[in-house]
């Protein structure tokens, strides 16, 4: 059942990323625009209680853009705004902990079972 709502919900927000590229470390989670994903850095680990991802990202942007395009995204996705930087979803949670000056950010992305 949640496979089909994922499912659903993907469909409804692919207008809205369709032109974005998603994180291959977490295929469920985009990258956004200005964004390049630093590949062979990250971690994702499978355990019976949920994953583990260790994510990166690095690009010429804004943390303020960072912020709001990942607040308007992700709920479209099934992650819930906890805090500006930080969403759930089912078992899930997803921090963005931004770095570096605008102009020049560090994205992190981590996911962890709650």
């Known amino acids: 059942m949640a496979a089909l709502a994922l499912a659903l919900a993907y469909a409804w927000v692919a207008p809205a990323v369709a032109a974005e590229k998603f994180l291959a470390a977490a295929v469920d989670v985009p990258l956004m625009g200005g964004l390049t994903e630093v590949e062979g850095v990250g971690v994702v680990f499978d355990k019976p209680d949920g994953r583990i991802v260790e994510a990166y990202a690095v690009g010429s942007v804004?943390?303020?853009?960072?912020?709001?395009?990942?607040?308007?995204?992700?709920?479209?996705?099934?992650?819930?705004?906890?805090?500006?930087?930080?969403?759930?979803?089912?078992?899930?949670?997803?921090?963005?902990?931004?770095?570096?000056?605008?102009?020049?950010?560090?994205?992190?992305?981590?996911?962890t079972p709650r």
């Open 62 to 111: 804004a943390a303020a853009q960072v912020e709001r395009y990942y607040s308007e995204v992700l709920p479209h996705l099934g992650w819930q705004k906890v805090d500006p930087v930080r969403y759930q979803r089912e078992s899930e949670t997803l921090r963005l902990n931004i770095g570096g000056r605008d102009g020049a950010l560090t994205v992190r992305f981590d996911i």
